[in-house]
T-cell receptor, first 113, second 112 residues
């Protein structure tokens, strides 16, 4: 079946360091979304990327969608303790029904103050 | 965030019990979803309802039975579950024509 691979599984950083998580699909995606889940919480939508090569920024967060629409990354500059949580990518494949997203396993980020 | 609510928030049940999880969305969305989140596994999409009709059933065992009486409410009926069914069950909804999921807080289910 279709899978979205996400690495790394865990990342421990010192506050102020940068952080990146990567997602990869073996087949082309129609779009990719990113979600954040705080400890004890539920996934919260961050952003959706649709176009090949698209780059979007939200303050210290930079999201990229690869040219082939098979991979994506989330980069956080100068992490803060409020960035702690698990970051998930979720891909939607062409021909999939509305909302049929394939989630990556997530990258759990911990930030040491 | 109160757009999608779920009850109960925590549930402990024996393998012979029957229980139901409830989800309600106040966002005017037309699609609702059930997910299972287990430790060390990706979020698993269980069921999708669009306009109150089930459009996806991703090989979920029959001991899980969904019900969508209207576009605002979604239930997951549980019967003779197994300990490996213990997980966080998340409900989500989405707007017409989009895939973006708005998640509820989840029900933490423990099967003894």
């Amino acid at each position: 079946g279709q899978q979205v691979m996400q690495i790394p599984q865990y990342q421990h950083v010192q506050e102020g360091e940068d952080f990146t998580t990567y997602c990869n699909s073996s087949t082309t995606l129609s779009n990719i979304q990113w979600y954040k889940q705080r400890p004890g919480g539920h996934p919260v939508f961050l952003i959706q990327l649709v176009k090949s090569g698209e780059v979007k920024k939200q303050k210290r967060l930079t999201f990229q969608f690869g040219e082939a629409k098979k991979n994506s990354s989330l980069h956080i500059t100068a992490t803060q303790t409020t960035d702690v949580g698990t970051y998930f990518c979720a891909g939607h494949y062409y021909g999939g029904s509305q909302g049929n997203l394939i989630f990556g396993k997530g990258t759990k980020l911990s930030v040491k103050p | 965030e109160t757009g999608v609510t779920q009850t109960p928030r925590h549930l402990v049940m024996g393998m012979t019990n029957k229980k139901s999880l409830k989800c309600e969305q106040h966002l005017g969305h037309n699609a609702m979803y059930w997910y299972k989140q287990s430790a060390k596994k990706p979020l698993e999409l269980m069921f999708v309802y669009s306009l109150e009709e089930r459009v996806e059933n991703n090989s979920v065992p029959s001991r899980f039975s969904p019900e969508c009486p209207n576009s605002s409410h979604l239930f997951l009926h549980l019967h003779t579950l197994q300990p490996e069914d213990s997980a966080l069950y998340l409900c989500a909804s989405s707007q017409p024509g989009t895939d973006t999921q708005y998640f509820g807080p989840g029900t933490r289910l423990t099967v003894l």
